[in-house]
């Protein structure tokens, strides 16, 4: 072999050398902070622009939000306590020190950096807390918040997780999301270089949305370059509109084969680069409504791996180096 043949050996990415499919969240943890890591969810009290007017109200329309309602924003414990609390019961289950603060229900940006700031350092401060995880819509990180959010990447790790859902905008509408995907992108853009985490979430068997259009949202979440992406499958809660929308039989859920197909050609898409924080989603079994496969995480995981197996596949095969060359966030 010539030494130019030798240079162009293609590197496998570190996740395919130890024989995994895809760039799953528990080994990119590993990899980076060297043993388990576990993200402990925060409820911050904030509500959400979708649901008390600002945007929208009613929320999207797969969203239990009406605990987000500002009356009824009283979290039972501050940023310390639910932290104290959230690790005694990770470490009751799992052999884990340290901890990532995940500031999760509702939008955890959506207020001035005044009363951001000391939250997330609340968090930062306790002795267990490695890194902060953020979610939060696209039309919600005004310049100074990301203003903030950029200081605290210099202090630790950070992930901000936007809900992007699906790129295509007559679902955004069906959602009531109150927002378009320009909105995404914008943000996406304003995001980059900033020295954290850009995650994405997409929602796959949105109504209406055909295999083409789940494949597009695919590329264009590769195009972005986000460093992560969580997945799931449209589920319906109770309380929503959606519940009331598949009880009807208007909205008709993924089969779990269809679903896991579809995972399948979606992560074939993906830069193998990309994190794949989840490829499932999950309620309280007391809140569900279905589909029912959903509450056998294990049996998911299971499937997804059979069908990446027997496809002998795994994310980023089919994936398409944007030509713009340039690197995530
Ligand atoms: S899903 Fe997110 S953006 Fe939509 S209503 Fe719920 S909290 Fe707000």
Redesign the pocket.
Known sequence: MTSSALAAAPVLPAWRAAGLRYFGLNFFLRQKFGGRVQKVSLDAGFT????DGSVAVG??T??D?RS?SPSRRLPRLGIRGQLDDGIRRLKWRYDVERFIAYFQ???NTYAPVERLRPLYEEALAHPQVVGLAIGT?PDCVPDDVLDLLEQLATQTYLSVEY?IQTIHDRSLDWMN??HHHDATQGAIERSRGRGFEICGHVILGLPGESHADMLATAREIGRLQLNAVKIHNLYAVKRTPLADQVERGEVTLLGRDEYIAALVDFLELLPPEMIVERISGDAPPDYFIGPTWCLDKPGVLRALHAELDRRDTWQGKLHTPSPSGRGPG
């Open positions: 959400c622009p979708n649901v929320g999207c797969f969203c939000n987000f229900p509702a939008t819509r809900g999301r109150g």
